[in-house]
């Protein structure tokens, strides 16, 4: 840095003056007319990540050389104060602009501007690039090779680098199905609606630029729920108060911009949408890298935004390899397929170059940092990064490594995450038998009846709150994404009965170490559970979503256990499992029940202040119960992490009205509480219908709702659009569950 800004201030002399001078002149008014970027320069590119480039620390909102000129090549966001970097992707006259800049200035040149400007001139008609990647150009167009790595110069040097990015493409044959399988998933929580799952990938796609696909998908469930509670979209992405006004500019029927963030779209819904928008081609760091491009400086690992040259080679490179892997039979049955499209191959290389670089880096910043071609020194923000001081050899390092490194078929399955990996990994779950409550007074004999009497109670009520696909038809017009329902005995204050765990996915709140579920997400969860409690006149209403955290969890906040056995709990297993508890606690475990899931139970010690028992003894008596309930099966894992959840009971002798689930309704706000009670309208004739026909049949006591005045019928066609979900992008933005349309 201190080299820059001794090229910036050193002030020609003699004759070298004379001509700047000169030039300078003559260069002005060419500057006035054309230095101004393009009126859209902002809205197509991502700022520059302060802790990967120099210039954008040191000249950024908090750089110690902000309001200071920049150097050329760069660009401040007149709002924020960011710094972008200015390549060709500026229009022509950007482009004249800054070849006067050049001329005129010379910035980068400690000959004086008219060395520059003497090589400049010549080339005025062409693109004149003013970027860090100027030397990859450069180089490029030497070769012919417009917008090609360093190095790239000949066709030979293109078909050896297309080679290479063949093998790294057939290694990653797992992940060819990524955008399909991602966006397959994301559509059927949707409940089958392509405008609503659209809406998502757009959010994801906004949200998508130096963000890991978990983060990713949470951003986007976190934007996505924010703007169903009727909340401001704030707190989600890297820049996350600029990408808050984007997201705020797609859910009032704005488009989406940026070349990758499109393509990362399209991407996905080609899948949803056959033919309905040209298909490009997604490029990110890891493209870039299984590439071969570099930083500029320092040759370390491409970290930055590819420019439009990089991009388009890119593209080319992309299709270049589908089409040699199309023409070779052996590949093609291989992957067990009689073509591939550009995505599926870009989709491979992305997870085999992660893999790649993600192994291969540490060894190779080990030796680095041994050797002394790299430092590690503080950021001023508490943690560090690194320095390179001899670029040649630190290149020569980390690219042995990368190249050296095979990735397993494990480290690809766990490349392999995508975005219904992420939706599955935030589903809450919501826990609920069809039982009414022991305080309700209503059906009480059932609780005496054989299993199978209440099964079929459950099976019958879960006709009225699940679509054709096993969907939660209460969290489905709340507008959450919704997965299938998992159906797994359900167990409350000592007893056990059939039960279901409704599924929505939910966003974490902001921060490292926070285990909460963001505000808005929590207030959707909350209202639809009110709602099943009201509906099924429930004793409590509860839902708890675990977190996988990236690092370990203190055992003290370890509140939350899974009970990995490959699938749902049987019956006996269940009231095994629940006595195991009920021992080990006598005086808590009956607040402690075993939670079904998919893959077997959890459990939750929701509030220590309530139960009486702290997360370590808590760990502890979970522990000593599995293997009570499961003893010497080796195929039994448990799982330690955190949660967060909610518990709320009613006691219908003081509240026959459900006064205590109306209360926390009307907390929630207007637009929730009369969601529920419209909800309520039209499933709770249904319902009572059900409990109706039981109770004839079977002689057990029918106990009207004490509220009256839903047991009226609805028409089919009323029913649909009662349930069907008020989406805050319909009828041009309007935001909030009541808009547009009502009951």
């Known amino acids: 840095m201190a080299s820059l800004m001794q090229t910036q201030q050193q002030p020609p002399s003699g004759l070298m003056q004379w001509l700047g001078r000169g030039v300078e002149s003559m260069v002005t008014p060419i500057l006035s007319a054309f230095q101004s970027l393009p009126s859209t320069f902002f809205d197509v590119r991502q700022p520059l990540d302060p802790s990967a480039d120099p210039v954008a620390r040191d000249w950024g909102p908090r750089g110690e050389l902000s309001g200071t000129r920049l150097p050329q090549g760069y660009a401040k966001h007149p709002t924020t104060g960011l710094i972008y970097s200015v390549d060709e992707s500026t229009d022509r006259l950007g482009r004249l602009g800054s070849a006067a800049g050049l001329m005129a200035g010379g910035f980068m040149d400690p000959l004086g501007g008219a060395a520059t400007a003497l090589m400049a001139a010549p080339r005025l008609l062409d693109p004149v690039v003013a970027s860090p990647n100027v030397v990859?150009?450069?180089?490029?167009?030497?070769?012919?090779?417009?917008?090609?790595?360093?190095?790239?110069?000949?066709?030979?040097?293109?078909?050896?680098?297309?080679?290479?990015?063949?093998?790294?493409?057939?290694?990653?044959?797992?992940?060819?199905?990524?955008?399909?399988?991602?966006?397959?998933?994301?559509?059927?929580?949707?409940?089958?609606?392509?405008?609503?799952?659209?809406?998502?990938?757009?959010?994801?796609?906004?949200?998508?630029?130096?963000?890991?696909?978990?983060?990713?998908?949470?951003?986007?469930?976190?934007?996505?729920?924010?703007?169903?509670?009727?909340?401001?979209?704030?707190?989600?992405?890297?820049?996350?108060?600029?990408?808050?006004?984007?997201?705020?500019?797609?859910?009032?029927?704005?488009?989406?911009?940026?070349?990758?963030?499109?393509?990362?779209?399209?991407?996905?819904?080609?899948?949803?949408?056959?033919?309905?928008?040209?298909?490009?081609?997604?490029?990110?760091?890891?493209?870039?890298?299984?590439?071969?491009?570099?930083?500029?400086?320092?040759?370390?690992?491409?970290?930055?935004?590819?420019?439009?040259?990089?991009?388009?080679?890119?593209?080319?490179?992309?299709?270049?390899?589908?089409?040699?892997?199309?023409?070779?039979?052996?590949?093609?049955?291989?992957?067990?397929?009689?073509?591939?499209?550009?995505?599926?191959?870009?989709?491979?290389?992305?997870?085999?170059?992660?893999?790649?670089?993600?192994?291969?880096?540490?060894?190779?910043?080990?030796e680095a940092l041994e050797r002394g071609y790299i430092e590690k020194v503080p950021d001023g923000k508490g943690k560090f990064r690194y320095e390179v001081r001899d670029p040649q050899n630190w290149s020569r390092t980390w690219q042995k490594y990368v190249r050296a490194y095979t990735p397993s078929a494990e480290e690809l399955q766990d490349a392999s995450f995508h975005f219904g990996t992420g939706l599955n990994r935030a589903y809450a779950q919501q826990s609920y038998e069809t039982i009414p409550g022991l305080t309700s007074g209503h059906l009480p004999e059932m609780f005496d009846a054989p299993m199978e009497a209440r099964q079929a109670y459950h099976e019958a009520v879960n006709r009225v709150l699940l679509d054709p696909q096993g969907r939660d038809l209460i969290n489905d017009a709340f507008g959450l994404l919704t997965g299938q329902s998992v159906h797994a005995p359900g167990a409350f204050q000592g007893a056990t009965n059939p039960g279901t765990q409704a599924l929505a996915a939910v966003a974490k709140a902001k921060g490292e170490g926070v285990w909460e579920v963001e505000a808005s997400s929590r207030k959707l969860l909350e209202a639809a559970e009110l709602t099943r409690g009201l509906l099924l006149r429930q004793d409590a209403v509860a839902w708890h979503r675990p977190f996988v955290p990236k690092t370990p969890i203190r055992l003290a906040d370890r509140n939350f256990a899974a009970v990995d056995i490959g699938r749902t709990l049987a019956d006996a297993e269940t009231v095994r499992l629940y006595n195991a508890i009920l021992e080990e606690l006598p005086k808590a475990g009956g607040m402690l029940p075993p939670i079904g899931s998919a893959r077997g139970a959890r459990f939750y010690n929701f509030d220590t202040t309530v139960t009486g028992v702290d997360n370590k003894k808590f760990q502890k008596a979970v522990n000593r119960a599995v293997q009570k309930a499961f003893p010497g099966d080796q195929d039994v894992g448990i799982m330690q992490g955190s949660a967060d959840g909610y518990f709320l009971q009613n006691d219908w002798i003081e509240a026959p009205n459900g006064e205590h689930y109306n209360a926390a309704l009307e907390r929630l706000g207007p637009d929730l509480a009369e969601r529920a009670h419209q909800l309520q309208s039209v499933l709770g004739p249904e319902i009572e219908k059900v409990s109706r026909g039981f109770a004839d049949r079977a002689g057990w006591t029918y106990r009207p709702p004490g509220s009256g005045g839903n047991l009226q019928r609805l028409t089919k066609a009323r029913r649909q659009s009662v349930l069907a979900p008020r989406y805050p992008w319909a009828g041009g933005g309007s935001r909030g569950l009541l808009q547009p349309g009502g009951p």
């Open 136 to 366: 990859a150009a450069n180089a490029a167009r030497a070769g012919k090779l417009r917008g090609a790595p360093p190095g790239i110069t000949t066709p030979s040097r293109l078909k050896g680098l297309t080679k290479r990015m063949m093998d790294r493409t057939m290694e990653g044959a797992p992940l060819k199905d990524w955008y399909e399988e991602g966006a397959e998933a994301v559509h059927a929580a949707s409940g089958q609606r392509p405008e609503a799952t659209e809406k998502f990938f757009e959010l994801g796609s906004l949200y998508s630029p130096q963000r890991r696909v978990p983060d990713n998908v949470n951003d986007a469930i976190g934007a996505y729920n924010q703007a169903l509670a009727g909340d401001p979209v704030r707190g989600f992405g890297f820049f996350h108060n600029v990408m808050s006004e984007g997201a705020e500019g797609l859910l009032q029927g704005g488009n989406l911009t940026g070349r990758k963030r499109g393509n990362f779209l399209t991407d996905h819904m080609q899948y949803i949408r056959p033919g309905s928008k040209d298909y490009g081609h997604t490029v990110d760091i890891w493209d870039m890298r299984s590439g071969e491009f570099v930083e500029p400086g320092t040759l370390g690992p491409f970290k930055g935004t590819p420019t439009p040259a990089q991009y388009d080679f890119m593209e080319q490179q992309g299709a270049a390899v589908t089409d040699a892997i199309n023409r070779n039979p052996a590949f093609l049955e291989e992957l067990d397929v009689t073509k591939l499209t550009p995505t599926q191959t870009q989709a491979m290389r992305w997870g085999s170059t992660k893999v790649r670089y993600e192994k291969g880096l540490p060894p190779a910043r080990k």
